[in-house]
Structure formats: C-alpha cells, structure tokens
C-alpha cells in the first residue's frame, strides 16, 4: 500500500512541467520591517490644512481625531458613490468635481477624502485654475466697487470649508495611485480593496475651536506672518546721524503667496516675477555712483504676508506710525511715491512686451512717474517695450500692497506696474499651477530695467538726463535666470549657488507660503524661525545697497555691531562681511494681535483707527500629516479566517479524543 | 486585516498543537518537560543553521537550485540532530528505570509502557512542530495585526498569512508524527521507518520550491498535505501493529 502512494506521488511529480525557477519578481524582503514597508506604501502628497479667522475656517480637516481610510475609485469612472470613498480626481476635472461636491450632497456625504492628480499632459488640457475669490481680497479696497472681476476665473473654492482631508499628490505619487486605482477596478476578488489612509488631523477640529480667537485662546492654533517677515533697504545706506530731509521714493513687491496646498505655491507670476524684477533693479542700481548727490532717497521694501489680508504692508505701516525700532530711519512724512511691481512674468503680446501702470492719486506725482517711466521705456528701444496706462474704466488699482496705503492715507501717489490691464493676465493666480512655466524671464528683465531706469530718473529728479547716463544701467539677465532657479523651482531650488553664498538654506523647496509666528517679534530674532527666502532676500540687499568699511572685511558678526552696519553672509562660519548698510527685518502679523502677559497670543479689540477689521488668519496646529495606500480584507473575510482556525482546533481536538478511546479500547481487549 | 484574522491565522498554525497540548500533554508533567525541551533544540538547530547560511543571504539569484541547495543541507543537519535526539532519549530513559528501580520495590512490568514512550515522542515531534511554526510563520504574523493585508505576486489567490500559516500547519503534522515514527524505527530497528522519516522530510521541503513558479502554491500547498496524511497514516498504521503486537504478547504470555 506504500509503495502504492510513492508511485502515486511520483506520478504527481512528474505531471509538473512548471518552470522551477523563480519568476522576475525581484522585490525581496529580508526581515519583517521590510515586510510591513511593503505592505504600507507611503504615498508623497501635498495637504491643505485648516486656517480659520475671526469668522470661521476655512480648508480641510479629518472630521475627528482618527485617520481616514477609503478605498480608491477615480472621479471620471464613477457617477454615483456607493460607499464612503476617497476619490482620485485628475487636474482637468478639478473645477467639475468642486461643482459637484457644492452641487449634490448626497455625492458629498460619501466623500471620505480627495487625492488630486498632478501632470504635465493634462496640466496642458487645463485652461486655467484659479481657488480664490474673482476679486482676491476685496474688503481691502479703497474703493467701492467690489464686485469687479479682476480674476475672472476664479472659483473661491479655497475660503470653503471642507470636513474631509485633501492631498495633492506628487509625480511618483500620482503614478502610483493611478496604477492602484486601476488595480481596484480590476479586482476580480469581491473581499479586498486598495484604501488610502489619510492623517490629516487638525488640532483646532479636535478641540472643537471654530475660529481664531477661540484657537487663540486654546492654544491650538498659530497665527500667520513672517517672524522676520518684510525687508526693507535703502539705496543708498542712511546715515541716522544726520538729518534725514530727502523725498522718500519706495519700490515695493511682495514675496509670499498663497495656494490651496500649503507645500505647494511657488507664486511665480504673482507675486515672485515682481520680487525679481526688484531684486534686479537693485542690482542693476548697485553699479552706479554718486547716489548721495541724487535729490531723492531710494528705499526698496519687500512684504510678505499680503496674500492674507495684507500682512506685511499693514504691519508696516502701523510700524511707521509707532516710530519703532524696525523703521529707523524713514520717515513717512517723506514718502513722496510708491511704486508697486506686480506680477510681471506674462507681458507677450505679438512679441511685444506691454506693461500696463494702474495708478492711484490724480497727481502731479503720479503724471512725473508716469513720464519717467515712458522715458525708461524709450531709452530701451531695443528691447520691444510698451508701457500704457491702465484703462479708465477699472475701478481703481488691481488688488495690490498699495491699497494698504490708501487705505491708511487716500492721498498717498503710487502706481502698480503689471502685466495686465483690466483681468488678470495669470490664469493661475495663487494657485499650485502658477509655477517656472507660467512665466517668462525675458519679461521679468525687461520689467526689472524699466523699474531701475525710472528710479533713476525719479531720483535724479534731473529732466535732461543724458542718455548715456540712462544706458549704463543694465539688468544682469543671468542673475534673473539664476533667481528664477533659485526661488521657483526645487531643483537647485535654495541649495543654488547664489542663496548658498549668503545662507545656509534649511530646505531644498522654497515654499513661498507665509507661514506662522513661533515665538513673539523681539529685538532678537531665533534664526531658526525666519524663513529661507526672508534671509536671503535680507542679505542680498544688504549686499547690493552697501558701502564697503574702511578696514576690509572684519570679522562678522562679532566685530559689526556699530549703529549702519551689517553682517553679510553671517551664517556661513567665519566667511562673513560687515559692511555699512541700511538693511531691516519688519515684522509681518496681524495689526489686531498682541502678546499678553502669558505669552499667549490675543485677539485685541477694535481701536477707532483701524478703518476694517482685521481677519486675523491663523493655521491650526497639526501633528503630523501623511498618505499611505495598501490593501484591506473585508470584515467578513477576517471572521472567515477566525472561523476556520477554530474549527481546525476544534476537528483537532475531536480526532484526539477519538483515537485515545480507540487505543484504549485496543489495549483493554484482552 | 485586524485582530481577529491575526488570531485567526495563529490558530490555523498552532491550534491543532493547542488541541494535542491541552489533551494529552498537559496531563503529565514529564510530557511538558519533553515539549519544552524538544522546541527549545529545534528552535536552536534552526537559529544555528540560519546563522550559518547569513553569510550567503540574500540569494540574489532567479534560479531554484541555490534554495534547493540551502533546504537539503538543512534538513540534513536536522536529521541528524534528531539521531542525536534519540539517543538522549535514550540515556534518560535508562536513568529514569534505574532511579525508579532504586526507590520501589522489585516489580514484574516494565516502568515506561510502550504507550508511554509513544507518547514521549509525541511530545518530541510535537516541540519539532512548535519550534517550525514559530519560526517559520508566527515570526512574520505581527503585520498581519494591522490593518493592511498582503499578497504575494507568485501565489496572489490567497493573502500571504494564510498561506504561511496553511503551510506551517501541514509541517507541524509531518513533524509531530514523524518522531513517532522515527523513534520506533530506532527501538525496533525497523529500516522502512528509519528510512520513512527523512525521506518524508526532505520531500517536502523540497516540494516547497514549487510555491516559487507563478501560481505553483495552487499544486505545492495540496502535495504538502498529501505527505501530512501519508506520515498520519503510516504512523497510525505503525501504532496500531505494535499495540496489537503488544497485546497478542501480553495475551500470549
């Protein structure tokens, strides 16, 4: 009878024409650490968080304090969710599925989370994509018509609330969650299913505090601003000494921006392209001499914060009216103009490149500007410029630092340089899209030796300028393509050369979102709290505005702490230069916050001179915030297996029982 | 997966070794002592060996031959630790009967009853069973706690656990009773049961290396349990000709 099972068994064997190799599958797991990394696969994501205000919140949230777990189906593949699901939308779909969530709340009861794609096939597709309001910040106008459209594409749906998480997912991230929902619709087995777990959970939602003062209070939120937010520099240094008596002409451009993710708002077109036409001129300024003779000082300012309410520019101004520390040395009696370089990455029109100045104040100021500026403009024949005056039937200017101005002073000069006349010409205004593609250097050069030339005219206050004088101001083309590298992309991102040389950078991508406060503004700044690019900005007008000391270079920044100095590079050990410069941090918060004695942040009352009330935007503290995908059994199926151990247990058992009686009714038979 | 398939995967592994523990070894305490002592050795043969082998892992290799390789010389060594098992069982045997003799007065039957000593190697192949289970499939069943589940590309018709743990089963039957086999083999000088158990052995682990072709777990995991039933059937087999030899002596006698 054995031998019987043998022959059966070889039988068996020989049936096998299997290869007996094993398969391609190269993936080998060595330990059970790489067991469970297979089995949770960490997906990289970009998330939008919760911020509130004094009204509400806005952006997404875990509805509690648990992760959210959903399984995967695309949008464009489904009509009607059966069952709580986390749903993959691709970038040409994004404003129809928005529709719809608002639209259909019984499509919205079954949105667990959302995953959106990125991709450069169908961010070609996508015409334009624009969350915020049609007129981004409207209450902040000094003038009434507030239903102008200046973005016309927008769609508000950022300044929702939404009680389910949203992730954009990165270019590896997006592959891999098409392929698993590609895998999810093919499963032929009915008792598994790909999920996504998001962890999303905001400490504002857990704590149920609903708005700012409240979170405030709790401790549960931080405030927005830049710690050491805006920089300002003058050109050339002031000497606080003596008396400061020249008309003050501020160039202004803004370096935060905002998007529905919070990694991810490059800000290109607006407001970066600005910051670098500034950056430029400045530069293309630094080459010149003889600014002390100039009948008129050149400051140069940049804000961060305006994305939200204006941060930056408010604070400054109320800085200005309290004579403090970080303003020492304009007096804003002296501001004689302002002007504003706004987004102008975009200025092609039939190889033409058209700026378009909005200004505000009818004034013989306002006329000399815009003279200046059509004289900037001839004297760079070469290079296919125009510049216009904005049309008469917008209401006033596009939204811009400058109505902070006039909203404190209605009489204030300033114009707005853009890159559009009566809409905006970024069709991806404060958006993730808005990145290196959406804009040009060629206009940002272009933009940078219009600003630099007119200053120039505007301080010289000289109305025969020789031409020779005007065409030695050049704009180094390269340094705009290296500050374009630097500061839109992640790739060198902030590791470039030119941020290295002064900083030493904390990440590779700039974030150019403006962040929260950590600690309360004080004379001393924690390095470790002041952003990247707030740094580097510091430094590299500091370096450009500044008049070399008479002993060269001294050690920094031990021996550079004399009244006009400051410490170039003073983060690179021991390769710092202390030069005579007029470079200050401004803080960026809010001008209705305060610190109270706990250390705590307060929500204060209304002062009279305050002509709106402040939103107060905070962010909700977070613990960590992630995205994995992997694969789940059903309940069923899990009891199904208990079940059967069970029972083998149980059948085990039982055929014990049995062969111990059977033996021991052998024995006894006797 | 959760708790419960976490719980339940662990009783596909060891329950039947639960079941065999609570009735019929926890009755004596000596049996305990036996399980015990038997897991530990063959948690350490395997630990030895695997320690042995780090110096070559991982296999980066597609071909079978290396794994082939890797489990004849292990089941070798194996084997010839049980020889050595056996032979311990075999001084503590010859102790137990002298210490016993020292301490009770002269009597006719012998101390250890054949059943006796069929149930020590019960509870030798039950530690040899145990000690495969542990290693081989409840070391990884930590995982399969959480929420995720997994499938294996080569054998994607059941989540990996179960098939561990359906895999760990049909070895902790072919160990527990082969020693029962192999131990009669020993005191009989029974060639075929000599010969039975490493053959068996080695057959097995060999059929293993079919779970490596795409879609081979579908004919490996059924032969593996074909060779579980054929060493419970030759062990049942064995049991029952030498309780009715047994008998027939005693009757005749």
């Known amino acids: ?670 | 997966m959760t708790v419960i398939a976490g719980i339940g995967y662990a009783l596909i592994a060891l329950g039947p070794s639960l079941s065999l523990f609570v009735s019929v070894v926890s009755k004596k305490p000596f049996l305990i002592l036996t399980v015990l002592s038997s897991t530990l050795l063959w948690l350490i043969s395997l630990i030895v060996l695997s320690g042995v082998w780090r110096a070559f892992l991982p296999l980066k290799t597609t071909a079978w031959w290396p794994y082939a390789i890797l489990i004849i010389m292990s089941i070798a060594f194996q084997e010839g630790l049980r020889l050595l098992f056996w032979k311990a069982y075999k001084y503590v045997e010859g102790r137990l009967e002298d210490i016993l003799d020292a301490f009770a007065d002269k009597v006719s039957k012998p101390r250890l009853f054949l059943t006796d000593k069929m149930q020590i190697a019960l509870a030798g192949g039950l530690g040899h069973g145990v000690a495969h289970a542990v290693f081989f499939c409840l070391s990884l069943l930590t995982p399969a706690f959480g929420r995720a589940t997994f499938f294996v590309d080569r054998c994607s018709q059941l989540p990996f656990f179960l098939i561990s743990a359906l895999i760990a089963l049909a070895f902790v039957t072919i160990h527990t009773f082969s020693m029962v086999i192999a131990f009669n083999g020993y005191a009989e000088g029974n060639k075929v049961d000599q010969i039975f158990v490493p053959v068996v052995h080695m057959v097995a682990g060999m059929v293993t290396l079919i779970n490596l072709a795409s879609g081979g777990c579908v004919i490996g995991i059924p032969l593996l349990y074909f060779l579980a039933m054929l060493t419970l059937m030759h062990c049942g087999k064995m049991v029952w000709r030498r309780l009715t030899e047994t008998r027939s002596r005693q009757s005749g006698s």
């Not at chain 1, 760079?380 to 216009?388: D, G, R, V």
């Not at chain 1, 899209?433 to 600003?451: G, H, R």
């Not at chain 1, 020789?466 to 839109?488: K, Y």
């Not at chain 1, 990440?507 to 004080?522: F, M």
């Open chain 1, 1 to 670: 009878m054995d031998s019987n099972l043998i022959y059966l068994l070889l039988f068996f064997v020989a049936q096998l024409h299997l290869p007996l190799h094993a398969e391609g599958d190269t993936r080998s797991l060595e330990s059970v650490p790489d067991l469970e990394r297979s089995m949770y696969m960490i997906v990289d994501g970009y998330p939008c968080v919760r911020l509130l205000n004094l009204s509400g919140e806005i952006g997404c949230s875990n509805p509690g304090r648990e992760k959210v777990v959903a399984p995967i189906v695309r949008f464009k593949n489904v009509n009607v969710l059966a069952q709580s699901s986390a749903v993959l939308v691709s970038l040409d779909e994004i404003q129809s599925f928005f529709t719809r969530l608002s639209n259909d709340s019984k499509f919205a009861k079954n949105v667990a989370g959302v995953l959106i794609e990125s991709g450069s096939e169908s961010q070609m597709k996508l015409k334009g994509f624009s969350p915020v309001e049609k007129f981004p910040q409207a209450e902040f106008a000094p003038y009434r018509s507030i239903h102008y459209e200046w973005n016309p594409i927008g769609s508000s749906i950022m300044w929702k609330s939404y009680n389910f998480p949203i992730f954009l997912l990165s270019q590896s991230g997006t592959m891999t969650l098409q392929e698993v929902a590609s895998k999810n619709e093919n499963n032929k087995k009915s008792y598994t299913a790909d999920v996504a777990e998001f962890d999303l959970v905001m400490q504002t939602t857990k704590s149920g505090t609903h708005d700012s003062e409240s979170c405030l209070k709790e401790g549960t939120c931080l405030p927005l601003g830049g710690y050491r937010g805006s920089v300002w520099s003058s050109l050339p240094p002031i000497n606080v000494s003596s008396d400061q008596s020249k008309p003050v002409i501020l160039t202004v451009a803004s370096m935060d921006s905002a998007s529905f993710f919070r990694d991810k708002s490059f800000g290109a077109d607006s407001p970066i392209s600005g910051l670098i036409s500034l950056m430029a001129a400045v530069d293309a300024l630094s080459h010149l001499d003889g600014f002390n003779d100039l009948s008129k000082q050149l400051v140069f300012l940049v804000f961060t914060g305006e994305a939200w309410g204006y941060l930056g520019s408010r604070r400054f101004l109320l800085e200005l009216d309290l004579h403090s520390e970080f303003v020492k040395g304009i007096d804003s009696t002296l501001i004689e103009m302002v002007v504003e370089i706004g987004s102008v990455g975009k200025v092609f029109n039939e190889g033409v490149k058209t700026f378009f100045a909005h200004v505000a104040g009818v004034s013989s100021v306002a006329n000399e500007t815009l003279n200046a500026l059509q004289q900037a403009k001839d004297s760079l024949k070469s290079e296919n410029i125009m510049i216009s005056t904005a049309n008469s039937s917008n209401p006033g200017i596009p939204p811009s630092s400058l109505m902070s101005f006039l909203r404190k002073n209605s009489s204030t000069s300033g114009i707005v340089l853009e890159d559009f006349d009566a809409t905006f010409a970024n069709q991806f205004y404060q958006s993730h899209l808005d990145d290196l593609s959406n804009v040009n250097s060629s206009a940002i050069v272009a933009a940078a030796s219009l600003v630099a030339r007119t200053l120039y005219i505007l301080a010289s206050d000289d109305k025969d300028l020789s031409s020779s004088a005007l065409s030695a101001i050049n704009v180094n083309a390269s340094l705009v393509e290296a500050l374009l590298g630097c500061l839109l992309t992640c790739d060198p991102g902030l590791s470039c050369e030119l941020v290295k040389n002064y900083i030493a950078p904390r990440t590779n991508c700039p974030s150019n979102y403006v962040g929260v406060l950590l600690e309360e503004p004080s004379a001393t700044p924690y390095p470790g709290y002041v952003s990247d690019v707030s740094r580097f900005i510091w430094n590299f007008l500091a370096d450009r505005t500044s008049i070399s000391k008479e002993n060269s270079a001294s050690a920094c920044p031990k021996d550079c702490r004399n009244e006009g100095e400051a410490c170039i590079g003073a983060e690179l050990d021991g390769k710092g230069v202390c030069v005579i410069s007029t470079t200050r941090y401004v803080p960026a918060y809010s001008t209705r916050l305060m610190v109270d004695e706990s250390g705590m942040w307060k929500v204060m009352g209304l002062k009279s001179s305050d002509s709106m009330e402040d939103p107060v935007w905070t962010e909700s503290n977070w613990d960590a915030l992630g995205l994995r995908v992997y694969t789940v059994q059903n309940g069923a199926y899990d009891r199904l297996v208990l079940l059967g151990g069970l029972a083998v247990t149980l059948l085990a058992y039982l055929a014990i029982l049995v062969s111990r009686a059977f033996i021991i009714k052998v024995l006894k038979q006797d």
